[in-house]
């Protein structure tokens, strides 16, 4: 689950928090249909209610893929309405948001260690293929990801410069829509400078191609190939799929227009996000016959991540493993999508500021094979882009991981240099044949019912070597020919559907058999189990087939007995299943209708598994569940409406999915809630103002999603409310002093930092020092101005010296009658106005002296130096105190 490392902003701090910058704008990425062009079709696609049109963003445009925009919405438009106009528009094939996409590294210790992944064991062997080659500098790599520090001394020597661009000059030397491109682009600040600030994609490169035999840091895998930094991703390593699509684009056109001898790019970055755009992009990249490596993801889930999941010939799909070769706890894995395995745990490389880092993530594995790739092309200049995939998927070491040896395409880990034709470099006339599908060695299926299987079968030259199957004496005909159910035509992969006649039966693959038994949807029957009602019986059982239970990581007594309450994870009371745990247990594919038919249940823990497909409509019979928590799978759709009709729901948890659409209003109705957490989505438009009826809610929790607007006023009669996030988000506070207030007696506030409200703060003034004798009658005279004339209210505070009364706290000025003292006393106040969204604050020392040493109420510097002194440590002292920045 992508749970962020959180900042707590509590109290007067949370004030400041969301006035630094405007939101990002609201973008749609149009796919259209071959015969049109964005160019042709733009009166058109700015045609649609609720899209800017001004100067400042038109339409964007893509170069070289013409069926290809992306429309900006003005602000407060209706997203769900402008998408399906557009989806309605002929000449329109997809329409959908420009989600964000992150980087999938995982930081670690950054102290200084051995780069085991060039060495042996479960290493590549980068050592010993150096002896064929260690790289080509004619050859590029293209790091698309939050740039390069390409100033690092370790990775200077190897940035690629484009020499047909003059420094300075401010022209567009070569024609390519960039002025001064000289070492890339960055499209994440609309320039062309792609200097990471991040560092992500500084160790991205140091793996590639840090200099090597230099005496500087770290080793490259590739000592020579040059780095072409395309930064689309920002600081936090957050970047938008459209400006994923620009530097696509350019490096498209540097390959096609501009001679650059481009191998590969390096994809360490991703999402829970089908995107056609995307897709297409990077299909016009197989065209023109550029590798795409992409990593797998850090979930430790089977659910499809994109890009790395698209099924295209050019795509290879990174997961990671250890220095043992054990799977990377993180590393998502999947036997129809990820490819192969390479080391992605503690790899040391070069980080900002001419620094080094150790890191782990799928993000680290996925450049060994970049690099390995380029040096497989400096051995053999003369090899495509379809025979470097076929070496890369054909060779490698044998996984002893039960999960990449089984869940992933080829079984192997990332070998370089290895015995025989094990390795990239020495891979001439090998051959792999793999099962893609199904994804088990077991399968359970209902009679008559249709299930595609898929092999790979390729040579180390990248073509394909035909296949069949064997079903019970019968052979059944593979094709490699893009009919479906096959989808590219001459990749290595073969395709059939296949008929499940109803009786048990094998399928014989190359690589083994798979066992097709018959779903038995009377089990609860035939074993005359009595212990709990036959339909709650029969949604157990329904939910074992319908989620791969022959795969679950403990399915102990399931369907082995006619007693479910002893089935793992299952719980009963009185003759009723109460509760469902099977959290972290492997389950797949979707939640059965027929979970409705456990109408007593109180609790459902799915957390941590591999879901898919869309929330059953039927979870709204569960009217005794307190508990649903569905955390962390891949379930989509819209959240149903239909859940707002459960009574007694307390916790309803479903981050980290891909639910789409708007959060709907009927939540509101869900009175008993206590904790609603809704982070990590896909989520998109405002928040209902029917959640503010939730009057039980201690933790709400929106971060994460493309939700937009203005957070509800309703929201202030959550009184109870300990917990609210709404980062990584466009929602906005609303201005007024009831919501700020509200915000600031919650205990943990997590803001949108992003958030501007188009306001600046007021200027200040809370008066100047005076000194005064006991007894005599003060005036504090402040000064308030606000550029954006906001309404602003007023506090004074004494925040140090014998308490006095004001005569108001909450006027522009005040007064008090000085106190009697024996010494020279200093008294601070403190004066705040706020516009409701953000305030500004001032001090003023009193100086108050004994009656009969005078000093009189003449307003002044006075205190000579040791006054000024003091006024400067009590002002610090409060600021420290305070714990906020001025």
């Known amino acids: 689950m992508f749970r962020n490392s959180l900042l707590a902003i509590a109290g007067w701090g949370l004030l400041c928090a969301w006035a630094e910058a405007a939101p990002q704008p609201v973008r749609i990425i149009l796919t259209l249909q071959p015969e049109v062009s964005a160019s042709s079709f733009e009166p058109q696609l700015l045609s649609v209610q609720g899209v800017a049109k001004s100067k400042l963003q038109p339409l964007r445009r893509y170069q070289y893929l013409p069926q290809l925009a992306v429309a900006t919405l003005a602000s407060g438009a209706d997203i769900d309405k402008a998408i399906a106009e557009y989806q309605n528009m002929p000449g329109v094939k997809a329409a959908e948001l420009d989600h964000k996409v992150r980087k999938t590294a995982i930081p670690n210790d950054p102290r200084f260690a051995q780069q085991w992944h060039l060495g042996a064991g479960k290493g590549i062997n980068a050592i010993a293929a150096w002896d064929q080659t260690t790289g080509d500098d004619?050859?590029?790599?293209?790091?698309?990801?939050?740039?390069?520090?390409?100033?690092?001394?370790?990775?200077t020597a190897n940035i690629w410069q484009n020499l047909a661009e003059t420094a300075g000059d401010g022209i567009d030397n070569d024609s390519n829509g960039y002025i001064d491109d000289i070492r890339g682009i960055n499209p994440a600040d609309g320039n062309v400078d792609p200097m990471d600030e991040d560092g992500h994609g500084t160790v991205i490169a140091g793996i590639i191609s840090a200099s090597t035999n230099n005496n500087v840091g770290v080793a490259g895998i590739n000592w020579n190939v040059k780095i072409l930094p395309c930064r689309f991703m920002d600081v936090n390593g957050d970047g938008f799929i459209s400006d994923a699509i620009e530097c696509l684009d350019y490096v498209l056109d540097l390959k096609l227009n501009h001679n650059v001898n481009i191998v590969a790019s390096n994809n360490s970055w991703g999402a829970a996000i089908n995107s056609q755009a995307l897709y297409n992009a990077i299909a016009a990249h197989n065209d023109a016959g550029i590798l795409f490596v992409a990593s797998a993801g850090n979930e430790n889930s089977q659910a499809k991540f994109y890009p790395a999941a698209f099924d295209l010939p050019n795509i290879i799909s990174v997961t990671a493993h250890d220095e043992q070769g054990n799977k990377a706890d993180f590393a998502n894995y999947g036997r129809d999508w990820v490819s192969l395995s390479a080391p992605g745990v503690d790899i040391?490389?070069?980080?900002?500021?001419?620094?080094?880092?150790?890191?782990?993530?799928?993000?680290?594995?996925?450049?060994?094979?970049?690099?390995?790739?380029?040096?497989?092309?400096?051995?053999?200049?003369?090899?495509?882009?379809?025979?470097?995939?076929?070496?890369?998927?054909?060779?490698?070491?044998?996984?002893?991981?039960?999960?990449?040896?089984?869940?992933?395409?080829?079984?192997?880990?990332?070998?370089?240099?290895?015995?025989?034709?094990?390795?990239?470099?020495?891979?001439?006339?090998?051959?792999?044949?793999?099962?893609?599908?199904?994804?088990?060695?077991?399968?359970?299926?209902?009679?008559?019912?249709?299930?595609?299987?898929?092999?790979?079968?390729?040579?180390?030259?990248?073509?394909?070597?035909?296949?069949?199957?064997?079903?019970?004496?019968?052979?059944?005909?593979?094709?490699d020919n893009g009919i479906a159910p096959d989808v590219n035509s001459g990749d290595g992969v073969y395709s059939t559907s296949w008929t499940f006649a109803g009786n048990d039966t094998s399928l014989v693959f190359p690589d083994g058999t798979v066992e097709v038994r018959l779903r038995n949807n009377d089990y609860c029957s035939v074993n005359n189990v009595s212990e709990i009602p036959l339909a709650e019986c029969t949604a157990l059982t329904d939910l074992y087939y319908d989620t791969a239970g022959q795969n679950w990581l403990n399915r102990t007594n399931w369907l082995q007995n006619n007693t479910p309450c002893t089935w793992y994870g299952v719980s009963c009371g009185a003759g009723r299943v109460i509760s469902v745990e099977l959290a972290s247990n492997g389950l797949t594919g979707t939640l059965p209708a027929s979970i409705g038919g456990l109408p007593e249940l109180q609790e459902l823990d799915l957390n941590s598994?591999?879901?898919?497909?869309?929330?059953?409509?039927?979870?709204?019979?569960?009217?005794?569940?307190?508990?649903?928590?569905?955390?962390?799978?891949?379930?989509?759709?819209?959240?149903?409406?239909?859940?707002?009709?459960?009574?007694?729901?307390?916790?309803?948890d479903i981050s980290a999915n891909r639910f789409s659409g708007s959060i709907p209003a009927a939540l509101g109705n869900l009175?008993?809630?206590?904790?609603?957490?809704?982070?990590?989505?896909?989520?998109?438009?405002?928040?209902?103002?029917?959640?503010?009826?939730?009057?039980?809610?201690?933790?709400?929790?929106?971060?994460?999603?493309?939700?937009?607007?203005?957070?509800?006023?309703?929201?202030?009669?959550?009184?109870?409310?300990?917990?609210?996030?709404?980062?990584?988000?466009?929602?906005?506070?609303?201005?007024?002093?009831?919501?700020?207030?509200?915000?600031?007696?919650?205990?943990?506030?997590?803001?949108?930092?992003?958030?501007?409200?188009?306001?600046?703060?007021?200027?200040?003034?809370?008066?100047?020092?005076?000194?005064?004798?006991?007894?005599?009658?003060?005036?504090?005279?402040a000064t308030a101005t606000d550029s954006d004339a906001d309404s602003l209210t007023y506090q004074w505070q004494q925040t140090g010296g014998p308490q006095v009364k004001?005569?108001?706290?909450?006027?522009?000025?005040?007064?008090?009658?000085?106190?009697?003292?024996?010494?020279?006393?200093?008294?601070?106040?403190?004066?705040?106005?706020?516009?409701?969204?953000?305030?500004?604050?001032?001090?003023?020392?009193?100086?108050?002296?004994?009656?009969?040493?005078g000093g009189g109420s003449d307003s002044g510097s006075g205190g000579g130096s040791f006054g000024i002194i003091w006024l400067l440590l009590l002002t610090m002292i409060y600021r420290c105190r305070l714990g906020k920045a001025e």
């Not at 996984?399 to 990332?414: M, R, S």
């Not at 008294?827 to 516009?835: G, H, K, M, S, Y």
């Open 138 to 155: 004619d050859l590029v790599v293209a790091v698309i990801d939050t740039g390069v520090d390409y100033l690092h001394t370790d990775l």
């Open 348 to 479: 040391i490389s070069t980080d900002l500021d001419n620094g080094y880092a150790r890191a782990s993530g799928t993000s680290m594995a996925a450049p060994m094979v970049t690099a390995v790739a380029a040096l497989a092309k400096a051995a053999e200049p003369a090899l495509t882009m379809q025979q470097l995939r076929g070496r890369i998927l054909v060779s490698g070491q044998a996984a002893t991981d039960p999960l990449l040896a089984e869940q992933t395409i080829n079984g192997n880990l990332l070998l370089a240099s290895g015995n025989g034709q094990n390795g990239v470099l020495s891979c001439v006339n090998a051959q792999r044949q793999r099962r893609m599908l199904p994804v088990t060695d077991v399968v359970y299926l209902a009679a008559n019912t249709a299930i595609d299987l898929k092999v790979l079968s390729i040579n180390c030259d990248g073509n394909g070597v035909p296949v069949n199957i064997t079903q019970g004496g019968n052979t059944l005909v593979m094709a």
């Open 609 to 652: 598994n591999s879901l898919q497909g869309n929330l059953p409509l039927a979870l709204a019979q569960l009217t005794k569940l307190e508990r649903l928590q569905l955390w962390s799978n891949a379930i989509e759709g819209t959240i149903p409406a239909q859940l707002g009709n459960l009574p007694v729901l307390q916790l309803l």
């Open 671 to 781: 009175t008993a809630l206590q904790g609603l957490y809704l982070e990590s989505n896909l989520l998109s438009g405002g928040v209902p103002s029917a959640l503010g009826q939730l009057s039980q809610l201690r933790a709400l929790w929106l971060s994460d999603n493309t939700l937009s607007g203005t957070l509800p006023q309703s929201f202030t009669a959550l009184t109870l409310m300990q917990n609210f996030r709404f980062d990584d988000t466009d929602l906005c506070p609303p201005t007024d002093q009831q919501f700020t207030n509200w915000l600031q007696q919650i205990e943990t506030v997590v803001v949108n930092a992003d958030c501007g409200n188009d306001n600046t703060a007021p200027v200040v003034s809370a008066g100047s020092a005076q000194q005064v004798s006991s007894g005599a009658t003060v005036q504090l005279l």
């Open 806 to 853: 004001l005569s108001s706290t909450t006027a522009l000025n005040t007064s008090f009658t000085a106190p009697a003292v024996s010494a020279q006393t200093h008294l601070l106040f403190r004066f705040t106005a706020n516009d409701g969204t953000v305030s500004s604050s001032a001090e003023v020392v009193i100086t108050v002296n004994p009656a009969s040493s």
